[in-house]
Structure formats: structure tokens, C-alpha cells
């Protein structure tokens, strides 16, 4: 990458980041706005609609997962920026059709379309952020993408939020599309070219799904991190039915989500490029700690925001250390080991909203999800620990010899 002054890297991290900000909105906006989308789309606001709604958070993960893989392996060859750009062009149009399309159906398939370039995006500007911030500094690459996600939910989310209740979730979306646009251009103008990966191949980045380490790092994100969905996803009704507060209040819930989540990401990318096990392994039990707190106190408004507050920042922390784990066990195919990190976080999505939609269809209440993502991020600390427990023992297993082969006579 050419060389670059300090205020062009920045303004080129900027770039990058405001991506983040636009998915962030796509992806969590959802969360504030259900009752809103089961009102107009399932004709009431009640547990069975307000679950039903749930289902287009998971559609979206789900386009994630299926993106992700396919569009890293297709595009291997291309140049970051480019590649960075088309997918901006993807977001655009899948955004404003999420916010046109007349039936539940339609809003359901544009949803998973719109979500198709998510996984790569955060995959190709993560690389790019990694190469402008500089050999051992790249978890913070990588966590100035990601802090475009914790703006999001800091600042993007609730004013989302409050701007689909009062004039339609539509015109929430509507506003995103529009941010993908000025992130386009924002990027096309300030972002520097920087090759592809020069053994870069559909071949090379699939050959590396073909690594146990690999499949077993997805699933610690998948499960693991589904906590902190099973908790977000259903934010608004316990926020109205559990703690008795406002519809008003919810964007500020999410505020604490998001401050929480700002915090998070930073000292996680900071402590991630010093010490990436004990970076994984302390953030799961912080957010296991976390999501306890909240199931335990959120029916109080005091522990409805400070829980949230916790469950953001614990489950940030993570975020950084999770994508350059996934890296560090693909090498050669970077793009693919960034790429299925953010498709095992959409599982993880999917996942969280969907058994926090069982457990409230099954009449266990609002709070149900947050113990069951409590459960979830038991397991993903065990894996966890089972994948670093691999790695040791790869490392002190003894070389054979080979023995010499004898002489002809």
C-alpha cells in the first residue's frame, strides 16, 4: 500500500468504519423497531407476532452465512477497494428494497439479499484497515471497522429507533440506504488501492475451510457469541414488559448497549494484539458474568441499563480477538478466515434471535432468552479453551523421524 500521511490514513479509517456504522444500523435497527415491523406486517404486537418478527433478524444472519464463504472464495482475486465498493453498491439495493417491499414475504427474501455482502465487507475493509494501521497493530485495524458497529448502536440504533416509531420502520431504512450511499462515496475517494493477496484463489481461500481449527473457532463465535443476540434481539418488549417502561425508553437502552459496546471493542482490539488467548478466554467469562447480571436485575431500571450497559462492553471485547483468532488459524486466506468469523457471528444471530423467539412463544417470558444466551456462552468458553488446549498440544507433539531409506546395492 502506498505510503500515506497520518491525517490520510485516518480519513481513510473513517471511510472504512462509516461502513460499519451503515451495517451496524441494517442489522440492529430490527431489534428496536419489532413491534413497529409486527404491527405493519403482521397486523398486532403481541408475544406470537413480535417472535414472528424476529424472523427477519434471523433471514438477515442467515444471508450472512450464505454470503460470506461464497463471495470471499469469487472474489479472491479482486482488489480490496474494489471489491469494498461492489459490495457497497449490493448494500444499497438490498436496504431500500428491505424498505419498499409491500408483504412480510418479500421484506423476509430482502432482507436475506441485503445481507449477502455483510461477512465480505467486514472481511475486505478489515484487511484494508489491517494495512493501514501497520504490522502489530492489526486487532486495532480491525477493531476501527468493527467500532463502526458499536457507533451504530451507540448513536445510528436508537435514533433509528426513534425515527421508526414515529414515522414506520420504512423510513428507518430508507435513512440506511442513504448512509450506504455517502459510505460509497466516502470510500471511493479516500481509501487507497491495495492489491489482492498475490496467491489469492478460489481454490487457496476454500482449501482453508478444509482446517478443523477453522470449523472449530466458527462454532466458539456461533455459540458463544449468540448470548449476546438472545439479549439484544428482544431488548424492546423487556424494556416495555418486563421493567413496565415506555416504548420512549428503548432507544436509550440501546444507547447503553451501544456505549457499552464502543468501550468493548476498543480495549478489546488494544488487549487482543498483546495477548489473544487471555484476550478470548477472560472476555467469555466477563460476558457470562454480564448476561447473568441482566437476566437477574433488568426487571429493575437500574439493572435494565447497567446490564445492558455490561452485556455491550463484555461481548464487544470480544469482537476484535474473535476475528484475528479466525485469521491466525487460516493462514493464506485471510479474506476467508475474516469472512467466516462474520459468518459465524450472523449464526450467532441467527441463533440468538431464533431460541429467544421459542423460549418466549413457549410462554417462559421475555427474560428467558437472556438465560438461555447464558447457557450459550458457557459453551463457547469451553470451546473456547478446547480449541488454545489443540494448539498447545499440535505444538509439543513430538516429529517422527523419517526413517533414512537404505542405499541400492
Not at 479472491?76 to 474494489?82: D, G, L, M, S
Amino acid at each position: 500500500m502506498e505510503h500515506l500521511s497520518t491525517r490520510r490514513r485516518w480519513t481513510a479509517l473513517l471511510a472504512l468504519a462509516l461502513g460499519g456504522v451503515a451495517i451496524g444500523l441494517t442489522e440492529f435497527a430490527a431489534m428496536g423497531l419489532l413491534p413497529e415491523i409486527a404491527r405493519d406486517l403482521l397486523g398486532g404486537t403481541g408475544t406470537d407476532e413480535v417472535a414472528r418478527a424476529g424472523w427477519t433478524i434471523t433471514a438477515y444472519a442467515m444471508g450472512v452465512v450464505a454470503g460470506a464463504p461464497l463471495i470471499a472464495a469469487l472474489t479472491a482475486r479482486w482488489r480490496r477497494k474494489r471489491l469494498v465498493l461492489a459490495l457497497l453498491v449490493l448494500f444499497v439495493a438490498g436496504t431500500a428494497a428491505s424498505a419498499l417491499a409491500p408483504t412480510f414475504g418479500l421484506v423476509l427474501v430482502a432482507r436475506f439479499a441485503a445481507a449477502l455482502p455483510h461477512g465480505a465487507y467486514f472481511g475486505a475493509a478489515g484487511l484494508l484497515a489491517a494495512s493501514l494501521m501497520g504490522p502489530g497493530r492489526e486487532a486495532r485495524g480491525y477493531a476501527a471497522v468493527l467500532s463502526g458497529l458499536t457507533i451504530a448502536n451507540l448513536v445510528g440504533v436508537p435514533a433509528m429507533t426513534s425515527l421508526g416509531q414515529a414515522a414506520g420502520w420504512r423510513a428507518s431504512y430508507l435513512v440506511i440506504a442513504a448512509v450506504f450511499a455517502l459510505t460509497l462515496l466516502a470510500i471511493a475517494a479516500s481509501v487507497p488501492e491495495a492489491p489482492a493477496a498475490a496467491s489469492g484463489s478460489a481454490r487457496s481461500e476454500l482449501r482453508t475451510l478444509a482446517r478443523p481449527q477453522v470449523w472449530l473457532v466458527a462454532a466458539t463465535v456461533a455459540i458463544g457469541f449468540s448470548g449476546f443476540f438472545a439479549v439484544n434481539s428482544y431488548i424492546a418488549p423487556v424494556t416495555t414488559e418486563v421493567t413496565g417502561l415506555s416504548a420512549g425508553t428503548v432507544p436509550w437502552v440501546l444507547v447503553a448497549f451501544g456505549l457499552g459496546m464502543t468501550i468493548g471493542n476498543a480495549l478489546g482490539g488494544w488487549f487482543a494484539d498483546r495477548d489473544l488467548r487471555r484476550a478470548l478466554l477472560i472476555g467469555f467469562g466477563c460476558v457470562i458474568a454480564a448476561i447473568l447480571f441482566f437476566a437477574l436485575t433488568a426487571h429493575t431500571t437500574p439493572g435494565l441499563f447497567l446490564g445492558a450497559f455490561l452485556v455491550g462492553t463484555t461481548s464487544m471485547f470480544l469482537g476484535p480477538a474473535l476475528q484475528a483468532r479466525l485469521i491466525t488459524v487460516a493462514p493464506g486466506a485471510q479474506l476467508m478466515g475474516a469472512a467466516v468469523n462474520q459468518s459465524a457471528m450472523n449464526v450467532a444471530n441467527s441463533l440468538g434471535a431464533a431460541l429467544g423467539g421459542v423460549v418466549i412463544a413457549r410462554g417462559l417470558g421475555y427474560l428467558a432468552p437472556a438465560w438461555t444466551g447464558l447457557a450459550l456462552s458457557v459453551v463457547g468458553l469451553a470451546m473456547a479453551a478446547l480449541s488454545f488446549t489443540l494448539d498447545r498440544r499440535s505444538r509439543q507433539a513430538p516429529v517422527i523421524p523419517v526413517p533414512p531409506v537404505p542405499a541400492a546395492d
